[in-house]
């Protein structure tokens, strides 16, 4: 599970300006029950693009893993094979250097 402690609560105003970071890196996406593999396009400690062979629905909750970290949130937006996911707590620092690092 990703620490996510210490890092304070951001809100809708400023997830807009969050840094976002390129990369391709694999994640595991689980939604319902279901499993399945995808890609990180980008991220930022607000959330991430995402890519998977699953069109997901806009509105749906999905747990993320990746370098053995984890985290959830809610798919924002789709389109296609993309989709925009809002992370329920900002990832922390180290947490998004270790995703970055490792992609």
């Known amino acids: 599970m990703i620490d996510q402690s210490r890092t304070p609560a951001v809100n809708a105003e400023q997830r807009r300006h969050t840094a976002r970071h390129k990369m391709f890196g694999p994640v595991t996406l689980r939604m319902g029950g279901i499993e399945m593999r995808g890609h990180f396009l980008d991220l930022s400690t607000a959330g991430a693009l995402a890519h998977c062979e699953t069109s997901l ?47």
């Open 57 to 103: 629905t806009p509105g749906a909750y999905v747990t993320v893993e990746a370098m053995g970290m984890e985290a959830s949130g809610r798919v924002m937006w789709a389109q296609g094979k993309r989709f925009g996911i809002q992370f329920s707590q900002p990832l922390a620092d180290d947490a998004m250097e270790r995703l970055i690092r490792g992609a």
